[in-house]
């Protein structure tokens, strides 16, 4: 037998036919997608589509204006062409939160760069294993949980107030600029509350190396050809990161493990304690559900698992608490309901009987989202009905939409929480006043809090919700 001609080269033929077919249906998809007949924008740019739209309006408007000339439906080009379904249709998001499990994942793409990142935590994994995360994870992020952490919360609000003051002191016109406290103190609130480690932000403390070792990861965040390429084809992904990353991730990485021994330790001792001096951090609570002696074995987090949740929390949690400072501008009449308090530090009761607070806080949230659309895609064909129906290009009306596995999907966050159908024409306007009398089409919106779109809704709402509203 000729090895060469009878095996290697006919194996060599199958593989590279293999490859050319699956090449070949890739780019006809690009080219002619199933849903490419919808209504859109023009494709502006060929490398990043209207994602250079997005990523330039400062208004973050984008999806805002598109739905209105659009309607609710309507197609996108996304990075290298691909096809993008967007929907604020609520029928249609209530489909897809519902089968976010068994239909419609994150974006490949968008797991691999949160994954180089960060690793492998909550935000992305899927299937079995977030399944299994969520579970050991929920106890930690429960009402009475969050409640224990309002101490650290108020805490912080007194030494941001601190800040603030000395800034205004130094400052010789008498202004400062109020977002960087804030970011601060969201930091150091991430730090303390998430996993017991006080990074000093507000004090100015030494205690800076792991949020040096953050801002240096988010900042090096796609900025090389290389990140690009490794994000978008899997074929890119063994070679080295980029310098800025890899440092970024050895140290977090070691820290990180200091704080998941200390956390085990805390969570060992406090069994043996029987419920005296416990710890009340994320991590802490985490490590306490994870080593239950009720949980299965196999139902338990790894060591590796359980370090991926420490930037993720980082990550989920502080610039997305934070860019909530729009806030301040508005707080005229907050103010004179605070000043009814009598005390500097009050306790989570004492806030929740402020209406005046509780209407502000699912204003801000409604109107100044930090999150401004969710990217999901089908990992298996699927029919989402619509509630209005969509009419396409040809003229033709369709009442659901079938997809294909792969499709791209789009949830406008921010556009539903603004969407005049559901809100009325002030939708757009800054009104707390309107909480307690919203219009009926708004209770629609399937969202996990608040009838509002901010935390997303189903099996992969957010899980620090109520960490951030009592924020
Ligand atoms: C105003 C503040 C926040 C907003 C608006 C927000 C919003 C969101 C949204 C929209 C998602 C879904 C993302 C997606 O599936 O693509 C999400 C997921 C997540 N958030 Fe938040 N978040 C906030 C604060 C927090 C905080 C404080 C934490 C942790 C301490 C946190 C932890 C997470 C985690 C771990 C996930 C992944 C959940 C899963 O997939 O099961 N978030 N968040």
């Not at 007949?37 to 990043?48: A, D, F, M, R, S």
């Not at 299994?132 to 949980?145: D, L, S, T, W």
């Not at 490794?230 to 140290?251: D, K, M, T, W």
């Not at 079938?402 to 757009?428: F, M, T």
Request: glycine share 6%.
């Amino acid at each position: 037998m000729n090895l060469l001609a009878d095996v290697i080269i006919p194996i060599a033929l199958v593989t590279v036919s293999y490859f050319l077919c699956l090449g070949i249906s890739s780019l006809y998809r690009r080219l002619f997608p199933h849903l490419r007949h919808l209504p859109g924008p023009k494709n502006p740019h060929l490398l990043y589509g209207n994602f250079i739209e997005i990523a330039e309006d400062d208004t973050a408007s984008t999806h805002e204006k598109w739905a209105e000339k659009y309607g609710p439906t309507y197609r996108l080009n996304g990075l290298l062409k691909a096809n993008i379904l967007v929907t604020q249709d609520l029928k249609a998001i209530h489909h897809i939160l519902r089968y976010s499990e068994e239909v419609y994942h994150k974006p490949d793409v968008a797991r691999a760069a949160i994954s180089r990142l960060l690793g492998d935590g909550l935000l992305v994994v899927e299937g079995e294993k977030h399944k299994m995360q969520r579970r050991v994870m929920n106890p930690a992020f429960g009402p009475i949980q969050i409640r224990a952490l309002t101490e650290i919360f108020v805490d912080k609000s007194l030494e941001l107030r601190d800040y603030w003051m000395r800034e205004i002191q130094k400052s010789s016109n008498k202004e400062v600029i109020v977002g960087a406290g804030l970011s601060k103190m969201t930091l150091d609130v991430i730090g303390r509350a998430g996993f017991n480690y006080d990074f000093e932000a507000l004090s100015g403390g030494a205690n800076s190396e792991l949020s040096r070792a953050f801002a240096a990861l988010f900042g090096s965040l796609n900025r090389t050809i290389l990140d690009f390429l490794q994000n978008q084809f899997v074929i890119f992904r063994s070679l080295p990161a980029n310098p800025a990353i890899r440092n970024a991730r050895g140290l977090m990485d070691r820290i990180g493990n200091e704080l998941l021994q200390d956390a085990k330790e805390m969570a060992r001792s406090s069994e043996k304690q029987d419920g005296i001096g416990k710890s009340r951090d994320l991590l802490s609570l985490l490590m306490r559900s994870n080593l239950d002696n009720n949980l299965p074995d196999h139902q338990r987090m790894s060591d590796e698992d359980v370090l991926a949740q420490i930037p993720t929390f980082f990550a989920a949690g502080h610039e997305t608490s934070s860019s909530t400072t729009l806030a301040i501008y508005m707080q005229t009449k907050l103010r004179q309901e605070l000043l009814t308090v009598g005390t500097d530090s009050p306790s989570m009761d004492e806030l929740s009987a402020l209406p005046y607070l509780d209407a502000f806080v699912r204003e801000v949230l409604r109107l100044h989202t930090p999150v401004t659309f969710i990217a999901r895609a089908a990992v298996k064909d699927d029919i989402i009905p619509l509630k209005e129906p969509v009419i396409d290009v040809n003229g033709k009306t369709l009442k659901e939409l079938h997809v294909k596995k792969g499709q791209l999907i789009q949830i406008p966050i921010k556009s539903v929480n603004k969407d005049k159908k559901l809100w009325g024409e002030d939708a757009w306007e800054f009104k707390p006043e309107r909480w307690g009398k919203e219009p009926k089409a708004a209770h629609e919106i399937p969202g996990v809090w608040s009838h509002l779109l901010t935390f997303i809704g189903g099996a992969r709402a957010c899980i620090g919700w109520r960490f951030s509203v009592v924020e």
